[in-house]
């Protein structure tokens, strides 16, 4: 039992039998129970279970580290500091999710913090999905915190997931790009019931031709709430671009709050951000093929956040 | 000489011949100097020369009420709160600058506040233009906070404008959108040198099928700094957009923080912000046909800020 509800939620925040063959250390209930390494990727254990180091060698290609969490004890707080090392000229991907499993009544609290460095030249593709299920009673806590530098002409991909089950989550990412480095975060965000979540996203292009492009999409259902702070600093001739879209449905509130910021007269930021309802011709066009209401709700939802 | 500084200043926030042939108050380093009302317009002291109350009766057509501020004397502050009634059906433009003309080595300081109303189905254009003068020595300091309440089927129209010569300024502007209330915001704000410029324009869209648009621009040049805060609040059926381009040179900072919060599911809310520098196509195609580097500068500006 215990291991099908494990392998579930390997599933939902990344993929069981890749994770298992691939090298990784997964963590449970604040414990390692399974790690597998590599000659160009070291994972070793802080003090006291407090997180891992995971450093990947310098020219280290397509490999996927996989560092899932999981939760199923309740009434417990995991707290996970974790610090990450991506060699020079490396091209790797990253998968860092967490799920939860609580059949109880109590709350189980994830508090995870990266610390990760993007060094000279790498490439990293950073995948962090978040999962919850269990009783409806249950509060099922995620707050993160990941500071990340991208040095010269490095590349820093991000996808930032949270599709179910989260009744309260903070999320604070914070940044600094160097000399020629690029960055794409791609946000996916659901809400529903009286779920809560706070993105706070802060950007300091502090490097000459660095690059920044976030697109951040969310749905809000219910009695939900959903805060989004995204702050772009261009500190030097940089480009900045923020596209942020919320579909906002029943009782639910969504805050969107951009700031560009600018000190050197060759960066140049844009922001666009729409909150608003979905097209009710998209609902009709799905209807008149045959589909229900909610089916035709469900699938657009579906392919927004996609 | 101080009627021509006068008269000057008068041109530079509206138009001196014009305020004098119409219903007008002109406050003078705190004290009213020129008043002319009518059947339709009343505009009566506060105590202890604190301000003015200005009535405009129901359903009054065309007229324009000029209530400009002078200040000429030096080391002074000038406080002045200022309440409007707009009455119903009525649709009549005010103008309400202020200019200051510092020729000393001292502080002056407008200290605006103004408490308007816009009553059922009113109409108004509310023009606040600030413009100041003087010795490069001297501080010329202007804050403005703004409490507008637009009533059901009312329409606000807005022009914020600070061109020139003003060192500091702080501006507070809060509308509060009733039912079917309609408003549009025009800001443009030029600053150069050491000057600094902070405004915050909070917008609360309570009514139904109230709507509201913002189109700010500006351009920062030298060692200014500009920040701008937006917050556009949808609490029912709404539309809201909000728009800002600001052009940045030498060593400006802008900072644009716009906040789009939605708490009913027929809000709809959009915002686009850019900060950047002058294309460069444009300069070089005016230089082209003969203008200096510089002139072609000003003239794009000129026509972003028009």
């Known amino acids: ?45 802080k003090e006291n279970n407090s997180g891992l180091i995971v450093n990947v060698k310098n020219n280290v290609m397509g490999v996927t580290v996989h560092i899932p969490v999981i939760l199923t004890n309740e009434d417990f707080t995991d707290t996970v500091n974790n610090t990450i090392n991506i060699g ?3 091209d790797v991907v990253l998968i860092a999710g967490c799920g939860v499993h609580n059949s109880g009544i109590n709350k189980t609290v994830h508090d995870g913090v990266h610390e990760i460095k993007v060094h000279k030249g790498a490439k990293l593709k950073y995948i962090e999905k978040h999962y919850a299920e269990g009783t409806s009673v249950s509060k099922k806590i995620f707050n993160t915190k990941t500071y990340i530098e991208v040095y010269e002409d490095a590349t820093l991909e991000i996808e930032l997931v949270q599709i179910k089950g989260v009744d309260s989550s903070e999320k604070y990412t914070n940044i600094i790009l160097h000399d020629n480095a690029h960055l794409v975060i791609t946000e996916r965000i659901f809400t529903e019931l009286y779920q809560e979540v706070t993105s706070n996203i802060n950007i300091e292009m502090v490097g000459k031709n660095s690059s920044a492009q976030i697109v951040s999409r969310s749905v809000a259902k219910d009695n939900s709430k959903q805060i989004f702070y995204f702050n772009l600093d261009g500190k030097n001739k940089c480009s900045g671009h923020i596209e942020c879209d919320s ?11 951009p700031a560009l910021s600018a000190s050197n007269e060759d960066a140049e ?15 009709l066009k799905l209807m008149s093929l045959g589909l229900t209401e909610e089916e035709a709700q469900d699938t657009i939802l579906k392919g927004f956040l996609k």
Chains 1, 2 share one sequence.
Do not use: F, P, W
């Open 1 to 45: 039992m215990e291991n099908l509800i494990n392998k579930n939620i390997l599933n939902e925040i990344d993929n069981a039998d890749k994770i298992y063959n691939g090298v990784h250390n997964i963590r449970s209930n604040g414990k390692s129970i399974s790690r597998v390494t590599s000659d160009n990727v070291e994972i070793i254990s």
């Open 88 to 90: 020079e000229s490396s």
């Open 247 to 257: 579909i906002i449905m029943n009782n639910a509130k969504v805050t969107s709050v």
């Open 269 to 283: 930021l844009i922001h666009e951000a729409a909150i608003g309802k979905i097209a009710s011709e998209q609902i």
